[in-house]
């Protein structure tokens, strides 16, 4: 076949393949048998192996890419990515709407409902690119922290479900991008298929453990071995105003038409009463599909009342998940243990029998604190119902009177900490008991742990056991000391050779420089979380200079003699020193008019610096050579503190995230409805209530030209 013949018959190959794959993995048909859709891909791999030339990114044979040689690599999401709140009860939905006319200044406003079933699977990020007159996939991103992900567009284009190209109509009027949100999962027998060929302590709990694994293979090749599906459910705001979509429904509708894979089980409802028919029909039903589901998703399905509600911190006001109820099982309590926290909390904890338990195997769960264990009256030897607190965390339930054995006898909380046996205290108003040991062994060792985990310092290959090697030798005493640790050090611990310690010395000098929002998170100070640390490291204004470091080059055995080769360079941060006289000059008062930060987390900060040790320890992390590097956006002048805005209505440049993110950057907050605390009311086309709202109470509204000159 000539060159031109070759390229028409690819281009229809290609064509009729996608035709195949959209019927088979979207619409549930089979036109034709697997053999036949197996004969035209080999026919198109023979022609593009005579033809490379001919090959285009968007041919199905081009859906593996080259295996990754090391670390997923980090994107930032076109648009931030949340949460959803969750909702167990019909009760919780009941108080849902009613926080929703409350958002909206109207106790007579009525919701429609586009309910779905939840996937239990992986939340994948689409970002298709405009190529004149259609869109390519650009990339996959996981969800990560909602802001950044990992890119695993080399295992996602392996998915065949989903399409490599679209063409929406009316392209050329559509943004550049298009970024399509989505649930990768395998489906139940694929597991199967997978788990039978794998080592028996290799094989996966669950479907969506899974599509995880799957899904962040290094080499594509895997991953395409494996039968991974998508369903999608979300486009981004700009696609979907500029495609003039309405509704929910339409979302998906439209994202059906392009081929995307959506789950088609959805129905419009009206009422929470119908809701909750479709969900109780899926909780009886659940087993038999052919992938797992873990309750429904409700959303309000009018966009221009979603754009109203808004979101909060973390999750859109809009939407609910209304999770089934937790997979119960029963154990037997073999033991109950206390657990020693990074701030002293202590935890029971009971020892089971083990109990599969929603995808994994549980030996352990939680009793909370003394009064959980009073009020449930839990005893050694107690049979009892176990199950997943979120589906995350075991818990104990209920005990079984009935299978008591006569011998077990009530448990008594112990007085001492089990780890240094100091005086256990109760702070009046809390049910958790906490050990106030400066030296506690197991809190350091929480600490520690905490302070090298993923979202703090992320510093690998210190393990759990190895830190206790550490506190056990005194070769740590504090969290800083871990900065202070020497090639002899390690080399002298079990199982530590060479190649591993010049490893882990490298880990440790280059998380020295860290962001000051992780930093503050892996100090572990009570009630200071990642989203409140990084609120903390935002909104304060912190002294950042040029620092001048020490870049060492060489780490390894030749250290000890002739010690390491290093560089000087400047870096733009904050010093240790710098944050300790900056969280010492803070008033409770300042910190409380942070939205998001409150009394009780400004209190928490305000002690916690005012402890000597805390101080003593910024010092130590000081000459170590530590210091933070300044949060994107932290700089910005906070010009809208203690002011309260609410948008309404479309603007013409600005989305409603861009205006949103704009006003907190500068130490503002976003409300949902008008009231007499309103400070500004932006307003955008068809502003509607808000805007009458704001004109009854005499609020101040501004438009998008002058909301910009404001922050100019």
């Not at 409150?598 to 900060?605: H, I, T």
Request: proline share 5%; net charge negative; charged share 30%.
């Amino acid at each position: 076949m000539i060159k031109a013949d070759a390229q028409k018959r690819i281009e229809k190959l290609k064509e009729e393949i996608w035709k195949l794959n959209k019927a088979y993995f979207i619409e549930n048909k089979s036109p034709v048998s697997e053999d036949v859709r197996d004969a035209l891909k080999q026919e198109l791999i023979a022609l593009e192996t005579q033809y490379p030339d001919l090959v285009t990114a968007d041919s199905p044979t081009q859906r593996i890419g080259a295996p990754l040689d090391g670390r997923l690599p980090k994107v930032r999401h076109l648009t931030p990515k949340e949460s959803l709140s969750d909702a167990f009860n019909h009760a919780e939905l009941e108080d849902w709407v009613v926080q929703m006319k409350r958002a909206l200044g109207s106790e007579d406003a009525t919701f429609e409902f586009l309910c779905e079933l939840k996937i239990d699977g992986l939340n994948i990020s689409l970002l298709y690119e405009k190529k004149n007159d259609h869109f390519e996939l650009l990339r996959a991103v996981t969800r990560g922290n909602g802001t950044e992900g990992e890119n695993v567009t080399h295992t996602v284009r392996t998915i065949e479900a989903i399409p490599l190209h679209l063409e929406p109509k009316d392209a050329a009027n559509l943004p550049e991008y298009m970024e399509i949100s989505g649930e990768v999962y395998m489906p139940k027998e694929a597991l199967a298929a997978v788990n039978s060929t794998l080592p028996e302590s290799d094989r996966f709990a669950n479907p969506r453990n899974a599509a995880a694994g799957s899904v962040r293979q290094l080499d594509p090749s895997v991953t395409a071995d494996r039968d991974l599906r998508i369903f999608c459910y979300g486009l981004n705001k700009d696609a979907a105003d500029a495609m003039g979509l309405a509704t929910q429904k339409e979302i998906m509708d439209t994202l059906h038409a392009l081929g995307i894979p959506t789950e088609r089980s959805l129905q419009l409802c009206t009422s929470l009463k119908e809701a909750e028919s479709m969900y109780e029909q899926y909780q009886k039903k659940r087993d038999a599909l052919p992938y797992d589901i873990d309750g429904l998703v409700l959303k309000i399905n009018d966009r221009r009342m979603q754009f109203d509600l808004g979101s909060t911190a973390k999750a859109p006001r809009w939407a609910r998940a209304y999770k089934f109820p937790a997979e119960q099982k029963t154990a037997q309590i073999l033991d109950i243990q206390l657990q020693v926290g990074r701030t002293g909390a202590i935890t029971p904890v009971a020892i089971l029998t083990p109990t599969h338990l929603a995808g994994t195997t549980v030996t352990r769960a939680t009793l909370h604190n003394e009064d959980e264990i009073i009020r449930l009256d839990v005893r050694i030897g107690d049979t009892v119902v176990v199950q997943k607190a979120g589906d995350i965390i075991p818990e104990v339930v209920e005990v079984l009177l009935n299978l008591r054995p006569e011998e077990s006898r009530p448990f008594h909380f112990p007085l001492h900490c089990p780890s240094c046996n100091s005086p256990l205290q109760r702070p009046e108003g809390e049910a958790v008991h906490r050990c106030p040991g400066t030296n506690c062994a197991a809190v350091l060792q929480e600490k520690i742990e905490h302070l090298i985990s993923r979202y703090a310092f992320n510093i690998d290959g210190l393990g759990k056991e190895t830190i206790e090697v550490l506190l056990e030798r005194g070769l740590v005493s504090d969290m800083a000391d871990i900065f202070f640790l020497t090639y002899e050090d390690l080399m002298d611990l079990p199982l530590f050779k060479e190649r591993k310690t010049e490893n882990i010395l490298s880990a440790l000098h280059k998380a020295k420089k860290v962001p000051l929002d992780r930093f503050l998170f892996a100090l572990g100070i009570r009630h200071i979380g990642r989203e409140t640390a990084e609120l903390i490291a935002r909104r304060i204004e912190w002294p950042t200079k040029d620092l001048t470091v020490e870049e060492q080059e060489n780490l390894g055995a030749q250290t000890s003699l002739f010690g390491a080769s290093s560089k000087r360079v400047t870096v733009h941060g904050i010093a240790m020193n710098d944050i300790c006289r900056t969280l010492q000059k803070l008033k409770e008062e300042e910190l409380s008019v942070i939205d998001g930060i409150g009394p009780r987390v400004a209190q928490s900060l305000l002690e916690w610096i005012a402890e000597e040790d805390n101080r003593a320890l910024l010092h130590k992390f000081e000459n170590a050579g530590v210091l933070a590097l300044q949060p994107e956006g932290a700089a910005t002048q906070q010009i809208f503190t203690g002011k309260v805005f609410v948008l309404t209505g479309s603007m013409p440049a600005l989305s409603r995230d861009d205006a949103t993110k704009m006003i907190k950057d500068r130490g503002g907050k976003v409300s949902g409805s008008v009231s007499k605390k309103t400070d500004y009311v932006l307003l955008g086309e068809n502003a509607g209530s808000k805007y009458d709202k704001a004109k009854e109470l005499g609020i101040p509204t501004i438009d998008e030209k002058e909301f910009l000159s404001m922050i100019a």
